[in-house]
């Protein structure tokens, strides 16, 4: 027995210095054994609080409100009235967004080493969504295998916000294959990555700041000025982890090809972000994707991502694979770093 106190006795010595690789790996076993949550999800209850302040401060958000909004200020310069809905919109941002990444960075970041592992890997855990991907998928790609197309059209609905109603199976595979690759972004590597950089505070922060733009990023009436700012920072943060993001798909395939398109095409893409890891995964999946869209009863045309065939039903299993491997490489590349460091520490 004594060799495997001193394995144990080893391996507790080793631990500190791979912390952040140690963290990575038990919030993706935490995700993949219990999952999202089913009840009580801290984002419901987020959510609930930014619907209460975006009522509150948003003169956009009713059509009375609009109106006494106007009635109010009909005196006022329209340009000023616009700004000021920016500024409240940014007020309320800040306010959501920023207390508990600051509370945790100012109380909770300095616990002894194992305490701060497994607590980072529980706020990790709650950030990601890797399995949340994958049962989503699979709730349209059956269905579909199975004929059930209204089935199909409305699990569909769960993961876009595109009218689901009419939806062919090929539409459905391609807003399904589409959701996976952005999302495999915005809900693992983003958070993966700025856990990397910034630890759990700036993970909890992305998280927030994620949230909000789905809330509040519409180009509509209500939320143009308003979710300015939320649009904004959503791009600003993930614009480093979505390029990052965009060489974990490319390096799956062809890397060149991916990268040059991701640049190309994701470009004229309505979201940077999105374009770039959509364009290099599909590119890597030899596949097409954009086209026509219906959204609140107008047709958006979005610029074709990728290269190859039409996309397939038997492309949604697909791509959810991408994004696992993509997470799995990130998890290798920082044992490698981590290694490359305490070597170099130790040979000092």
């Known amino acids: 027995m004594l060799w495997i106190e001193n394995i144990i006795g080893q391996a507790m010595l080793l631990a500190p210095y791979f912390a952040t690789t140690l963290t990575i790996l038990l919030a ?28 509150a401060l948003n003169a956009n958000s009713s059509p009375d409100k609009l109106k006494n909004y106007f009635q109010s200020m009909a005196q006022a310069n329209q ?70 197309i209204e089935q199909a059209r409305h699990f569909t609905g769960y993961i876009v916000s595109r009218e689901t109603s009419a939806l062919s199976p090929q539409a459905m595979s391609r807003a399904t294959v ?26 909890i922060l992305h998280r927030f700041a994620n949230t909000l733009d789905a809330m509040w990023g519409y180009k509509n009436t209500r939320f143009n000025d308003f979710g300015y700012a939320s649009a904004k920072l959503d791009d600003l943060l993930g614009f480093f982890s979505g390029k990052v993001c965009t060489l974990l798909y490319a390096i799956q395939g062809n890397i060149k090809q991916s990268v040059i ?24 999946m030899k596949i097409t994707l954009g086209g026509n869209a219906l959204y609140h009863g107008k047709t958006v045309t979005s610029p074709t991502l990728g290269l190859g065939r039409s996309v397939s ?4 299993p697909r791509s959810i694979t991408l994004v696992k491997r993509a997470a799995i490489l990130l998890v290798f590349f920082v044992l490698i770093l981590q290694l490359s460091c305490y070597f170099s520490y130790h040979d000092s």
């Not at 409240?88 to 207390?99: E, H, I, N």
């Not at 309505?270 to 995964?281: C, I, L, P, R, T």
């Open 28 to 55: 993706l076993l935490l995700d993949k054994t219990l999952g999202e949550a089913k009840h009580y999800h801290y984002l419901v209850g987020f959510g609930w609080l930014a619907d209460k302040i975006e009522l």
């Open 79 to 148: 340009q000023q009235s616009t700004l000021r809905i920016k500024l409240l919109g940014t007020f309320a941002w800040c306010l959501l967004v920023l207390p508990l990444p600051t509370f945790y960075f100012l109380f909770m970041n300095d616990l002894v080493w194992y305490w701060q592992i497994l607590l980072d890997a529980c706020v990790l855990y709650l950030a990601i969504g890797l399995n949340s991907l994958h049962q989503h998928a699979m709730q349209i790609y059956l269905p579909l295998k199975a004929g059930k």
């Open 178 to 203: 589409e959701s996976m690759l952005e999302n495999g972004h915005d809900s693992v590597i983003a958070s993966m990555v700025y856990y990397i950089i910034g630890g759990a505070p700036l993970v």
């Open 261 to 284: 398109n991701a640049y190309q095409q994701g470009n004229q893409y309505k979201s940077h972000n999105g374009g770039w890891v959509m364009a290099a995964g599909a590119t890597v």
């Open 313 to 316: 039903i038997d492309d949604m």
